[in-house]
């Protein structure tokens, strides 16, 4: 189905199926029937962020066409995937982090960041692309980072109501005594599939799974494994009370951690081994990172996946090449 | 000009003609006329920064020859224009940041600083070569951000003067209701000329860009450009007060920005768009990074301008390579 | 010596073996004698630092032999020596930075993060290989970073006792008058090697240089005269009171400094000077990250150590390449 005869369709349909397939690369799936099925997924999570994936794309594909990408590139919708999730995650985390709701400047802001997350994205790939390393998802976190830290210097972000910080604190109080909820942590790990595009929830969540299933079961299932370890890794490296974790929020570094490992590589026992590692290790950066973001009153995006990942590929090429994939696509 | 004979003159004019193409580099100009013209705009601008432009460059040529970098780079003022920039940074901005008068252990600090980012940009551009990019003002910022926290360390700063908060304090109140001056920004896109070397003069800017303009009318523009794109995009990333924008401190990113892509790339009308859009995004990541070098008191010298352009030029390399200057002199 | 013929000696020789050597190649010593001599002294300077070596050695070559790392990488310790610093900087620094004693689950986290430093050391040596340089013991700084941010995430720390703070107060108010003590700086040249493994104790940094300089003398040379400029550098760059002076805190990374150098590169005067310039210049940095790094409370580890080497290294093979030993052992 990735060699689907689709060049000789016209224009708009091109378009579509390079936003569709975008949507799917997020999770390294190449098939513009799940990326429909996961736009769905996200409409109903949340419909600005459906949109705003749908938007970003657009402005994408007309960058990546301004620079003279290559148009299998373009039509793969690997330009695409970080302004997917510039288009998802901006809707979504800006009235949690600057307690306003969206409005037209952050719809622009949105756009400009998409066209910017696509200069990183060639640039990135060039510099990576010397060592035959993909740059993952580094383009949106770096142009999502930036934005979020320029719409702040804009002023743009109202104080934090009252009660939301007093009820934080009054569970942080509580926290030393809070006993883990396993169901909740099990929830946990079905929300952080949406949490990958930063929208929590199960509808949503299940569909993009779905989608996945249908392209390649083995790559969904290395990313569900991927997420259910972070998620319960979390556990470990983070503090009571624990509704990040059962909001999925601990899950998404490592749902992508054991995808980009599962993809790219021959998929044997000992690359699903590393895959697990691989999601450890990106739960691991998460908890250190966290603090240092939160400081500069930043979501972490999916830096540490990003960085894990670059890591973890690098050590497996340099110690087994003969492991990587040739052209990866799935790993059936 | 660019080819002037100068192999043959004896040593003391070799050294005279680096330092003075090393200050024209700077805005990628390689002449020794325009750097004379430039060095007296910066004499008469700010004393010291000129001074300062002229002792690092002479401790610079000293280490590169140390270092056995080869005859032309030397002559040809490339180990010497991070350098400038350290001599006339640190003193323009010492008095700001340390509420304190130059004194001789800052110059000692600005010798070592001058020596130690030669060695920053011979490693950097041994790094970056592989990819055939260069590392820009990267070894200045490095350098420079590395002494001014040692100097830091060391007890230099003195408490800020209780007056200017005070009068920061009253600004910001009003900062709300302020409407922008036009005329203001306008003189700021000027000023913002000699805001690259950290020297806030009108006469300064104008010889600078009197200096450039006699090699390169091409690069003049295309960098003041720059300088007026980032000015304006300041307006929208910055809040009031705008005394920063009015002072040019938010448009020297976007004037080397500007120039940079002018420089290493074919002047063609795509080119200049990406040379626009080069500028933008320096302004943004200026607006994203300065929170952060704050949050450490520092300012972020041209680490925007550097960021920004690696990544936009490694990214059109990728696209085009056939964009890319052969051997980069001046459009002309 | 470092052609030993050991590859025939059965299995747990072979690992002792790779371990002792692991811990002298932090000094860049291949020789599992020196390695010996140095483990004696991390036992008797810090009982719970020699058992952590010995533990995250044997990890690292559990790892490494998973990801299938040529055999004579992991026989030279090289795998190792990365590891070697997580198992003894992570004993001696938890109880000081977490103001908590050890515990089990530390342990565990030591031994994860030795796992984790081999993932890193494969990753960068890969990404760094291109440019022939090394990583040096950046994968150590890197994953015991991130497991003192995830230590510190999972609420492991405890409050600073009151005590410790109401001195440091006090020190600091004397500090302004305070008289360097030039017998305590010698003496913390000499701690100075010690505390490369984190360890501060005269007999400790003895017997490793007893070690190293049984296998290179002149590496031991250039390395004591690195710690030694680093110390007195750091009088410069910090200000009183001296007392991380004296306990040898400022030393060792320019004691790394020095000997990296001496390493890389034929040992000529012109190379001693360099390795010189890279004791102060690690020093510099030292000083200037510290005051990051405490802000997200943690130690400076051997960063500058690493980044001014790479820098360095970067810019002298850029000069100079026939000045690189084509197979570096040891200078003699």
Redesign the interface.
Known sequence: LAKYPWVSLVGPLKVIESVLRGIAQVMFVNNPLSGLIMLLGLLIGNLSAGVGAVAASLVAILVAK????PDEVISAGLTNFSPVLVGTVIPALYPVFFHAPLSVPVWLYLL?TS??SV?????????L???K?PAYTLPFNVAT??????M????YALPAPEAATASNDTSLLQGDEEEVEWDRVLMGTLLSVGQVWAVESVPCSVLILVGAFLCSPILTLACFLGGAIGTFTSL????APYSAVYSGVWGYNGFLAGGAIAFFMIPTG?NL?LAS?NA??AT??M??????FV??QLPVFTFPFCLGS???????????PENLVASPSTPE
Chains 1, 2, 3 share one sequence.
């Open positions: 301004v620079l003279n990408f400009a066209a910017f200069v990183v994205f060639a640039g990135l790939g060039n510099l692309g010397l060592h390393i980072s930036i934005t979020f830290l320029c702040r210097a804009a002023g470990v490296v983070s503090s000992r081994f590692v450890v290790f691991f950066i908890a250190a990172l966290l603090p240092v400081a500069n670059v890591l973890m590929l690098a050590a497996t090429i340099a110690a087994a």
